[in-house]
């Protein structure tokens, strides 16, 4: 399986600031998302980012709320901007080879606050 | 549309006894099941996988069977530790874009 780091592991921001935030794996993968996880909830897609494409976003979610880069295949990151304290939340990203029903392993979260 | 319900927690347990988890789900085709769990403060852990009908994923005492008729994978262990309390989220893959749909999650608390 793919070990995978999220940086950082948590911040308290600022309403009105924005946070990038950073996931990388240790191999090459096809595939990376990103979920958000609201406190005491379930995980709910963002986005999936696909290296050499724009990112496909979820219902919900606006490329100008949530931008996405994806410049090989190790490394992603996820903008939060103009921040609300309806986003603070854990921010997680997983990846998959791509293959026909393959799971996804998860990065450790970011955990925001705004304040 | 697909979606993944499960039992609503909290699940509180004594050490060394039986546990399961119901989860069922609404999907057009044939999903991938698959059982991830998050330990306090942690991420996602992948538990155990089923990808087709009658398949048994298994894992660190825990296993769940691909059960295409009642479309239900339950999750069981015959005997829980205070080091299986965590949340479980059951979930579904119903494409090849990896695009997985998460139960609610049930919160598992084993006491000693």
């Known amino acids: 399986s793919a070990v995978i780091s999220q940086k950082p592991s948590r911040d308290i921001c600022q309403r009105g600031t924005s946070l990038t935030i950073q996931c990388q794996v240790d191999s090459q993968v096809t595939m990376m998302f990103w979920y958000r996880q609201q406190p005491g909830q379930s995980l709910t897609l963002i986005a999936t980012a696909n290296q050499g494409s724009e990112a496909t976003y979820e219902s919900g979610f606006v490329i100008d709320k949530f931008p996405i880069s994806r410049p090989n295949l190790t490394f992603s990151t996820l903008t939060v901007s103009n921040m609300s304290p309806e986003d603070s939340s854990i921010y997680l990203c997983?990846?998959?080879?791509?293959?026909?029903?393959?799971?996804?392993?998860f990065g450790p979260g970011t955990r925001l606050t705004v304040t | 549309g697909n979606s993944v319900t499960q039992m609503e927690g909290p699940v509180t347990l004594s050490e060394e006894a039986f546990l399961t988890i119901n989860c069922t789900y609404t999907?057009?085709?044939?999903?991938?099941l698959f059982w991830y769990v998050q330990y306090p403060g942690e991420g996602l852990q992948l538990l155990l996988k089923?990808?087709?009908?009658?398949d048994k994923g298994s894992n660190k005492g825990f296993e769940a069977t691909y059960r295409k008729e009642t479309t239900s994978f339950h999750l069981e262990k015959g005997s829980v530790q205070v080091s299986d309390s965590a949340v479980y989220f059951c979930a579904l893959l119903t494409d090849s874009w990896g695009k997985l749909q998460f139960g609610a999650g049930t919160q598992v608390v084993v006491t000693p």
């Open positions: 999907a057009t085709g044939y999903p991938s």
């Open positions: 997983s990846v998959a080879d791509g293959r026909r029903g393959s799971e996804q392993y």
């Open positions: 089923a990808t087709k009908a009658d």
